[in-house]
T-cell receptor
Framework: AQRVTQPEKLLSVFKGAPVELKCNYSYSGSPELFWYVQYSRQRLQLLLRHISRESIKGFTADLNKGETSFHLKKPFAQEEDSAMYYCALLTRLDSNYQLIWGAGTKLIIKP | GAGVSQSPSNKVTEKGKDVELRCDPISGHTALYWYRQSLGQGLEFLIYFQGNSAPDKSGLPSDRFSAERTGGSVSTLTIQRTQQEDSAVYLC??????????????FGSGTRLTVV
């Protein structure tokens, strides 16, 4: 079954502390994964894609096929990182391509 | 347009009334998706349009919900006989098709529906 699991509904850390938002997936094909972020009163937007191996706003995510994980990390959290974060998996069935979404993790950065 | 446009941004309606929500996707994006986001909750998939293919309606919660996409562009989500549990933010997203999805979805700012 295709599935994305974000085990933490809420994560609260102090400013300057490291952050790790967990994402695990289940997929029989070659996974392509994304992290999306939704800041307060803003639209849901793409944060990063694993295929581009990019670092955005200090966040990185490494695909670990052995552990079927795509955890989002940042070494030093900032208050402006407080937001809702969603992990998503690109799935393909015939010509039907869709993103499967995790339930989301609300990140709160305490001052 | 430059982004995905949704209207109205806010809608308050009386229980039992019908509502129509509109989504104008990015030009050239052949795939269009509707999601529902309840307060503090994740994304609930509703319906997916891809080009001229039959839409994937598997996420529609009841037969009161329907959606259409005219001319492969603008989409309208209709909720008939609204109920209070329909209150949520309705999000629309569009994307390139197939491997273009490597670039992900682009979301609109949503329509906040309140049923009173």
């Amino acid at each position: 079954a295709q599935r994305v699991t974000q085990p933490e509904k809420l994560l609260s850390v102090f400013k300057g502390a490291p952050v790790e938002l967990k994402c695990n997936y289940s997929y029989s094909g070659s996974p392509e994964l994304f992290w999306y972020v939704q800041y307060s009163r803003q639209r849901l937007q793409l944060l990063l894609r694993h295929i581009s191996r990019e670092s955005i706003k200090g966040f990185t995510a490494d695909l670990n096929k052995g552990e079927t994980s795509f955890h989002l990390k940042k070494p030093f959290a900032q208050e402006e990182d407080s937001a809702m974060y969603y992990c998503a998996l690109l799935t393909r069935l015939d010509s039907n391509y869709q993103l499967i979404w995790g339930a989301g993790t609300k990140l709160i950065i305490k001052p | 347009g430059a982004g995905v446009s949704q209207s109205p941004s806010n809608k308050v309606t009386e229980k039992g009334k019908d509502v129509e929500l509109r989504c104008d996707p990015i030009s050239g994006h052949t795939a269009l998706y509707w999601y529902r986001q309840s307060l503090g909750q994740g994304l609930e998939f509703l319906i997916y349009f891809q080009g001229n293919s039959a839409p994937d309606k598997s996420g529609l919660p009841s037969d009161r919900f329907s959606a259409e996409r005219t001319g492969g562009s603008v989409s309208t989500l209709t909720i008939q006989r609204t109920q209070q549990e329909d209150s949520a933010v309705y999000l629309c997203a569009s994307s390139l098709a197939g491997t273009g999805l490597n670039y992900g979805y682009t979301f609109g700012s949503g329509t906040r529906l309140t049923v009173v």
